[in-house]
């Protein structure tokens, strides 16, 4: 066992001090009047849990890794409670409970239910066919994909290009820098023009701005970005298949059948798409109030799509090709 791990499970009361301290820290820390709560008025001090979950994602998995694949879940829920439970006991449990249902059902649920369906719908698409990755094909693999993440989300495009991505690369001598970049200019800034692209984008969406805010507002950002990136890669990328090359055997045998499998699922991307777009058009003035949160009838029809479009890509892609089953080698 890592020593680590022996040494965290051995101490569990020095962990349950240090979250009782924390616990009177955040109650000292509430404004005077918690009557009228404005978020405006709390301490920074009420950051810290978010700060810890953070942390604890970044720093577990290489200090403790085997603890942490084994207990993130009570790890993220100990950081949840910091929070929620301090919280309750100096504004009340009606205003933690509202704000709780707030969180669940305008935030969470919708953004975990697109996700679901991003994740779910892009990996049933299997790209057919071994790629040879050269500098040129790596840079418009890169290019393509950022163009992408804006259309199908960061998640969707990941999904969809990082398997041809490593298979085109699975005989060079280095490829670690290849992924790197993937994740900066696909998994991150390629989708910042629509909120199908970023988390935050989407959750801004859901508070009411408009789809095509941040395209028309951040665009030549994002194109000096995108811009700047796939040069330092070419050239990288460039310099080490000069100096490296590659190694005499493909792990990935060539195949002249160059298409796409499972590819119903552009479809249902549509449709993903469709739904978003409709949740911020449509305006029928039916809204249900649960527990003091407004949730409109369009995001209501919005993410009960996701969850059809998602049990319909289960239901219709090959099993190879979904997710759970395929990897990122060849099939």
Known sequence: MNPATTTITRRPSLWFSRLGALL?????????????????????LWAVPFVGILLSIAIWPLVAPQFWHHHFGKIAAAWALAFLVPFALTFGPAVAAEGFV?????????????????????????????????PVLNTGILL??????SIMGTTGASMLLIRPLIRANDNR??????????IFIVSNIGGSLTPLGDPPLFLGFLKGITFFWTAAHIWPDTLFLMVVLLIMFFLLDSWMYKNEGVRREDPTPDDARFGFDGAINFVLLGCVVALVLMSGVWKPGVVFNIYGTDVALPGVVRDIGMVVVTFISLAITPRGYTPATSSTGSR
């Open 24 to 44: 009177m820290l955040l109650a000292q820390a509430a404004p005077a009047q918690a009557a009228s709560l404005d978020g405006s008025q709390l301490s920074v």
């Open 144 to 149: 393509v994909g950022g163009i992408l993440a």
């Open 102 to 134: 707030h969180a669940l059902l305008a935030e969470y649920i919708p953004f975990i239910l697109l996700l679901t369906a991003l994740f779910t719908v892009s990996g049933g698409i299997y790209i057919r066919g071994n790629l040879h990755g050269t």
């Open 173 to 182: 001598k280095s490829s670690a820098h290849v992924v790197i970049f993937f």
